[in-house]
Every structure is written in C-alpha cells, then in structure tokens.
C-alpha cells in the first residue's frame, strides 16, 4: 500500500501553531509598545474630548468684494488646513460655513493655543524694511532692545555665503533719537521730541519703493507736500503707539496698504513690546516658495528657518536686502509682518542674492518652527476677521459615545448569542477571533495617535462597531464551507483542509470589496466621515490577519480534538444533524473472462 503524498498545503497546515505563535509575538509586541509609549488610550477627537472652535469671517478689502468667491475660500481652507498640520495639529477640521465663513475645530490636547494663533493670523504676509524701532509703554523704561544697541535677535544671510564673516553691527545709533533715549528721570517732552527725531530722519531715509516715484524721479512738489502730512502723522501715531496695550496694538497700521509706510507692534526675543516704524512692502508672502525649520549642525546657530523665493520674489529680495545692507541699525533690518504684528525683525548685512535665505537666532525648536510655518502658509488669499471662539465640551459627545457603545455591546451579544445557538462549539473558535481582532484594534488605535495623529471620533466608532459584521461574516464562511464538506461525508480534519482554499477565496474578495469602498470615501470625504473609512479600512485589512494567523489555525487544533472530530452534538459538527451523506465507497465489479475466440453457436 502506497501512502499519499502530502502536498505543499498540507504540509503547511501540519503546523498551525506557527500561525498562532506569529499572531501571539505580534500582539506583545504592539501592546508593549503601547505601555512603553505611554499612550494607553485612543486620542479623542473634538466631538468626543472637547476643544476649540473658532469662527472665521472673511472681510472684503475695499472695492474687492468680487475677491469673496468659491476659489479663494477653498484655497484658504487649504493653507489654513497646513497651517494646523504644521504644528502637530491632527483631527482638527477646517472647513467652509455658507459663502464667507471658515469654521476651524482643533481637539483638546493639542497645541491648540499656537494653533489659534497660527489660524487667527490671517491677514497677508509682508517683507517690510524697518525704518525706526523702540520699546515701547512701560517697557521704554528698561533695557533696550537687541535692535536698540545694534544687535537683533535674528540675521538673514544668503544660503550659498552663511559661511562667510557675518558680524553683528556695531554699537553705532542710527539716529539721534537712539542716542537720546534718556533715563527714566528725563521728561516726557523731551521723549517725544527724541522720538519725533528719530521717526523722522528713519521716515527721510526709506530704501523702500515707495519712497521714490516709480520712473525713479523725484516726487513733484504737491506730492511733497502730501508726503510730509503723511509723515506728519505717521509721526505721531508712532509716537502715541502703545503696544503694550492690546487694544492699541489691534488697531496699529489698520487700513495701510501694502505700497504704504505704517506702524506696528512685535515683540522681541526678551518677551518686551517694541513698536516699529515701517517702509512699504518689499516683497509679499505670496512670494515665498517654501521655508523650513532646520538644525544646523555646522556653526553655533542651532535651530534656524531656511527661505526659498519665486523667481520674482528673489529679484525683489535681492534689491531690497542690497539697500538695507548699506544702512545701520535698526535701518538695516526687514520685518517679517503677519497680521500687522512684526513677528521677526532680521538684520541684513550684504545683498542676498540666488533666491535662498536663511534667518537664524537664539531660536529654540518650536519658535523656529513657527516662524517657518507663517512664512510657508501666511499669505491667504482673503482677509478674515475672528468672529467667535467657544470652547466645545465632551459632554454631548461622551453621551453620544455611551449610547453608541451601549448599541455596539448589544449588537455583539446579539451576535455571540446566535453563534452559540447556531453553531454551538465553533462559536468558541469565532468568540476568540472577535476578542483578537478588538484586541489589534485597541493597540494599533492607541499608538497610531502619537505616529500619525489618528483621532477617535463618533463616525470612527461607528466604523469599528461595522466591522464587528464584517469579522463575523468571515468566521461564517469558513464554518459553512467546513460543514459543506461534512455534509459530503468527510470526516472533520479532511474537511477543515478542503474548506479553506474555497473559504479563503470568499472572504479575500468580500474583504477587498469592503477596504475599496473604506478607500474611496476616505479620499472623497473630508471632516469626520474620513475617520469612519480610516477605521473601516484598518478594521478589514485586521480581519484578513486574524483569519489567516488565528481563525484557520485555531480550528485545525481544535479539529484535532475528540469533542470536535468525533462530531459530538454540541460541537456543531455533528454529522447527523447536518446530514450528512454516508461515505463514499467503492464496490467491486466482477472479474470478467479472458479473452478468447469465440463459440458462433454462444453468438
């Protein structure tokens, strides 16, 4: 007697502990993860945490109402989405409200206060020469600025020369009101007056565009004229500027135009307001290609933000940098404006040609970050005005969650219960099953927070309590399959080997159904919907794991065992109650005569 061979099928099968031990590593793996993490719990979305959310109106500039259309909104939406991402910000929704509003939700736990900061700043992003600067309210009385004693906090060099002998300016004022900043003894008149000096020669000695006709002939006496008002008043709103004040610095430089001198506010890198006085728009924000936070590890800098321009935005850079290069402190500084608030005031001390720059200073990670942020996402299409912040609670979300969860448990006992009444000692198999795969999707919800900023929120939930459906439906595929055969009167261990290849076909192609669809609404959708097909999608892909590395596995050691493969009535394999067939069996034909000539008379 000949044994059979085994083929490549069986001979893999002769082996499930493989699978089970390849599933068990992987869960102690991930789950150790999780502890050592320290991230033991999903992160929340808004709706289940609470957060923030801000209203956002756009505000049309005069005589652009037109400028207030789909196109703009959706690409505010956009950069103000990057904006968010760039800080760390996940789960949070960007997304428009009727035809001018944009509503922003960021969840609790996140760096939502920068993130407002970063959203809320939506006016346009400039390059501005600075022409005069000081400290500003109660701070005029104590130390002065980096920009005061000829230092600043930041520096621009050009990318290709940061090697080169780059120094700080010298201790030289630029004005006379530098010189006579006085002490705190010395009358106020005689501030003013200081002050008065120094606006003015800065507001003489603008290098910006705006300071020249644009042919490069000298403005006519009636411009003049109206030039020196212009100045007269700039004049004294630099002079009345308070930037210490939260209101007064609200309202400085409102209604400047970009080809407009202005003030404003900023602080520097001591936390002390200084207010500044500066030229027209050099370059615009629109005109920066991309900026990166960076750690330079070749000189002393430490963390710096590295600018690359447009083609047109290098040619005015150059110019403008060229100009300031000439002067001294504070004249040969730019200030990078967002929202009429100086939010960096580089110094420059050659022309930074090539289109590449880089501003560095005592930054630490998070500001420079910061600054690269504004400078790759501040310049919006629209102006908007904060209309509302509210705080959302957690609270209508966690009773939504609870009833949610509550369905959820009630529809799996459903489940279970169905199992045991209908399949009886296989439910054990697909008890096991559902327990691991909720298991795997614990853990990897729980660590894809920190990596990837995955949020669990209410439609996310829904996603996991449909995959409950999905998981069970696998479980009876392969336990149909396997009772098909017994019906066919297999035994047991020859059934669960001949179920599979057919069994496996359904579920990959019902679960690679189940994933496109997950697939396709997450790339259409936006907002929360996405967490429902993110989950969905995660959740299908695990029902392929478990069944391959534990379902099939688990039921060819248990089909190794007397209560399953003796088909006792409470295994849910008994083959009399499923019907089976009697076996198959071969009868012997009668041998038949040799062959021979045969007998006409027989014939």
Same mark, same amino acid.
């Given at each position: 007697?000949?044994?059979?061979?085994?083929?490549?099928?069986? %001979?893999?099968?002769?082996?499930?502990?493989?699978?089970?031990?390849?599933?068990?590593?992987?869960?102690?793996?991930?789950?150790?993860?999780?502890?050592?993490?320290?991230?033991?719990?999903?992160?929340?979305?808004?709706?289940?945490?609470?957060?923030?959310?801000?209203?956002?109106?756009?505000?049309?500039?005069?005589?652009?109402?037109?400028?207030?259309?789909?196109?703009?909104?959706?690409?505010?939406?956009?950069?103000?989405?990057?904006?968010?991402?760039? #800080?760390?910000?996940?789960?949070?929704?960007?997304?428009?409200?009727?035809?001018?509003?944009?509503?922003? $939700?960021?969840?609790?736990?996140?760096?939502?206060?920068?993130?407002?900061?970063?959203?809320?700043?939506?006016?346009?992003?400039?390059?501005?020469?600075?022409?005069?600067?000081?400290?500003?309210?109660?701070?005029?009385?104590?130390?002065? %600025?980096?920009?005061?004693?000829?230092?600043?906090?930041?520096?621009?060099?050009?990318?290709?020369?940061?090697?080169?002998?780059?120094?700080?300016?010298?201790?030289?004022?630029?004005?006379?009101?530098?010189?006579?900043?006085?002490?705190?003894?010395?009358?106020?008149?005689?501030?003013?007056?200081?002050?008065?000096?120094?606006?003015?020669?800065?507001?003489?000695?603008?290098?910006?565009? %705006?300071?020249?006709?644009?042919?490069?002939?000298?403005?006519?006496?009636?411009?003049?004229?109206?030039?020196?008002?212009?100045?007269?008043?700039?004049?004294?709103?630099?002079?009345?500027?308070?930037?210490?004040? &939260?209101?007064?610095?609200?309202?400085?430089?409102?209604?400047?135009?970009?080809?407009?001198?202005?003030?404003?506010?900023?602080?520097?890198?001591?936390?002390?307001?200084?207010?500044?006085?500066?030229?027209?728009?050099?370059?615009?924000?629109?005109?920066?290609?991309?900026?990166?936070?960076?750690?330079?590890?070749?000189?002393?800098?430490?963390?710096?933000?590295?600018?690359?321009?447009?083609?047109?935005?290098? &040619?005015?850079?150059?110019?403008?940098?060229?100009?300031?290069?000439? $002067?001294?402190?504070?004249? $040969?500084?730019?200030?990078?404006?967002?929202?009429?608030?100086?939010?960096?005031?580089?110094?420059?001390?050659?022309?930074?040609?090539?289109?590449?720059?880089?501003?560095?200073? %005592?930054?630490?990670?998070?500001?420079?970050?910061?600054?690269?942020?504004?400078?790759?996402?501040?310049?919006?299409?629209?102006?908007?005005?904060?209309?509302?912040?509210?705080?959302?609670?957690?609270?209508?979300?966690?009773?939504?969650?609870?009833?949610?969860?509550?369905?959820?448990?009630?529809?799996?006992?459903?489940?279970?219960?169905?199992?045991?009444?209908?399949?009886?000692?296989?439910?054990?198999?697909?008890?096991?099953?559902?327990?691991?795969?909720?298991?795997?999707?614990?853990?990897?919800?729980?660590?894809?927070?920190?990596?990837?900023? *995955?949020?669990?929120?209410?439609?996310?939930?829904?996603?996991?309590?449909?995959?409950?459906?999905?998981?069970?439906?696998? *479980?009876?595929?392969?336990?149909?399959?396997?009772?098909?055969?017994?019906?066919?009167?297999?035994?047991?261990?020859?059934?669960?080997?001949?179920?599979?290849?057919?069994?496996?076909?359904?579920?990959?192609?019902?679960?690679?159904?189940?994933?496109?669809?997950?697939?396709?609404?997450?790339?259409?959708?936006?907002?929360?919907?996405?967490?429902?097909? *993110?989950?969905?999608?995660?959740?299908? #892909?695990?029902?392929?794991?478990?069944?391959?590395?534990?379902?099939?596995?688990?039921?060819?050691?248990?089909?190794?065992?007397?209560?399953?493969?003796?088909?006792?009535?409470?295994?849910?394999?008994?083959?009399?109650?499923?019907?089976?067939?009697?076996?198959?069996?071969?009868?012997?034909?009668?041998?038949?005569?040799?062959?021979?000539?045969?007998?006409?008379?027989?014939?």
């Amino acid at each position: 007697m000949v044994a059979p061979k085994k083929g490549k099928n069986a %001979s893999a099968q002769s082996k499930p502990g493989r699978s089970l031990a390849l599933i068990l590593i992987a869960i102690v793996a991930l789950t150790g993860g999780m502890f050592a993490s320290g991230h033991t719990t999903p992160r929340l979305g808004i709706d289940l945490a609470g957060g923030t959310s801000i209203t956002l109106r756009a505000v049309p500039e005069a005589g652009q109402e037109s400028a207030i259309n789909k196109t703009n909104m959706d690409t505010a939406v956009e950069i103000m989405n990057r904006r968010v991402n760039g #800080l760390g910000v996940s789960e949070a929704e960007v997304q428009t409200q009727g035809d001018r509003n944009i509503i922003v $939700n960021i969840p609790k736990g996140t760096n939502s206060k920068e993130a407002r900061q970063q959203v809320g700043t939506t006016a346009k992003l400039y390059f501005r020469p600075v022409l005069a600067t000081e400290l500003s309210g109660a701070n005029a009385t104590g130390t002065p %600025s980096a920009s005061e004693t000829g230092g600043a906090s930041d520096k621009a060099t050009d990318k290709a020369t940061d090697k080169a002998t780059d120094k700080a300016t010298d201790g030289d004022k630029a004005t006379d009101g530098d010189k006579a900043s006085g002490t705190p003894s010395d009358s106020a008149s005689a501030s003013a007056t200081s002050q008065g000096r120094a606006a003015s020669d800065a507001l003489k000695a603008d290098p910006s565009p %705006s300071a020249t006709s644009s042919d490069g002939a000298s403005p006519s006496p009636s411009a003049s004229a109206s030039g020196a008002d212009a100045t007269a008043k700039l004049q004294q709103q630099y002079a009345a500027l308070d930037c210490t004040d &939260k209101n007064a610095r609200a309202k400085a430089g409102d209604g400047a135009k970009p080809d407009e001198q202005t003030v404003a506010c900023g602080q520097n890198s001591q936390g002390q307001w200084q207010k500044y006085i500066l030229g027209a728009a050099a370059v615009d924000g629109t005109e920066v290609d991309e900026a990166e936070a960076v750690y330079n590890t070749q000189t002393a800098a430490g963390w710096t933000v590295t600018m690359k321009f447009t083609d047109k935005g290098s &040619k005015k850079f150059a110019d403008i940098t060229g100009k300031l290069a000439q $002067n001294q402190s504070p004249q $040969n500084q730019f200030a990078i404006v967002l929202d009429n608030e100086v939010v960096s005031d580089p110094y420059v001390s050659q022309a930074l040609t090539g289109g590449n720059a880089e501003i560095s200073g %005592s930054f630490d990670q998070e500001e420079a970050q910061s600054l690269a942020n504004m400078l790759s996402y501040g310049a919006l299409p629209l102006t908007f005005k904060e209309d509302s912040v509210t705080t959302v609670t957690a609270a209508l979300g966690g009773e939504q969650l609870k009833a949610g969860l509550i369905a959820g448990a009630i529809g799996l006992a459903l489940v279970v219960l169905y199992l045991l009444f209908y399949y009886r000692g296989l439910s054990f198999i697909a008890v096991c099953s559902l327990l691991v795969s909720a298991g795997l999707t614990y853990v990897i919800m729980a660590l894809l927070g920190p990596t990837i900023g *995955f949020a669990l929120n209410l439609p996310a939930v829904c996603g996991a309590i449909v995959a409950i459906g999905i998981t069970a439906d696998s *479980f009876i595929v392969y336990f149909e399959r396997v009772r098909d055969e017994i019906r066919e009167g297999r035994t047991l261990r020859p059934a669960v080997e001949r179920a599979w290849p057919r069994a496996r076909r359904t579920i990959l192609v019902s679960d690679f159904v189940s994933f496109l669809a997950a697939a396709v609404l997450f790339i259409v959708t936006v907002g929360k919907v996405q967490g429902f097909a *993110f989950t969905l999608g995660l959740t299908t #892909l695990l029902d392929v794991v478990v069944v391959f590395l534990f379902t099939k596995p688990l039921l060819t050691l248990m089909a190794r065992r007397k209560f399953f493969a003796s088909g006792h009535k409470w295994s849910g394999l008994d083959p009399k109650a499923l019907g089976a067939k009697p076996p198959l069996r071969r009868t012997r034909r009668p041998s038949r005569p040799a062959a021979g000539p045969v007998d006409p008379k027989e014939a």
